[in-house]
Nanobody, 125 residues
Framework: EVQLQASGGGLVEAGGSLRLSCVASGFAFDEYAIGWFRQAPGKEREGVSCISGRDGSTYIRDSVKGRITISSDNAKNTVYLQMNSLKPEDTAVYYC??????????????????WGQGTQVTVSS
């Protein structure tokens, strides 16, 4: 059974930092990518970043580049999302998800099909 456990959210002031963690189990980590998504109140869910469990290749959406990094510890089947210089507009529920690699490459955000519960990130101004 695929399980994804996200944690690390909280309340932080603008300019602060948070590190989210996603612990994965129940599947071959090196055959999947782990992605982070977020959904703000009244908005659609959007993909933020993802990382390959095979080779560590990453994708980060343009709007958060320079503030957010993604990394993984394959020995722990854990993916981290380091968020710096947080802004109020980063406030959202953050979810991690797994998607199978496509010919060894990162899937698109639409291809992530196993989801964990969310963790709330609130950035105060």
């Amino acid at each position: 059974e695929v399980q994804l456990q996200a944690s690390g959210g909280g309340l932080v002031e603008a300019g602060g930092s948070l590190r989210l963690s996603c612990v994965a189990s129940g599947f071959a980590f090196d055959e999947y990518a782990i992605g982070w998504f977020r959904q703000a109140p009244g908005k659609e869910r959007e993909g933020v970043s993802c990382i390959s469990g095979r080779d560590g290749s990453t994708y980060i959406r343009d709007s958060v580049k320079g503030r957010i990094t993604i990394s993984s510890d394959n020995a722990k089947n854990t993916v981290y999302l380091q968020m710096n210089s947080l802004k109020p507009e980063d406030t959202a529920v953050y979810y991690c998800a797994a998607g199978p690699l496509v010919l060894g490459l990162l899937p698109t955000f639409y291809e992530f099909d196993s989801w964990g519960q969310g963790t709330q990130v609130t950035v105060s101004s």
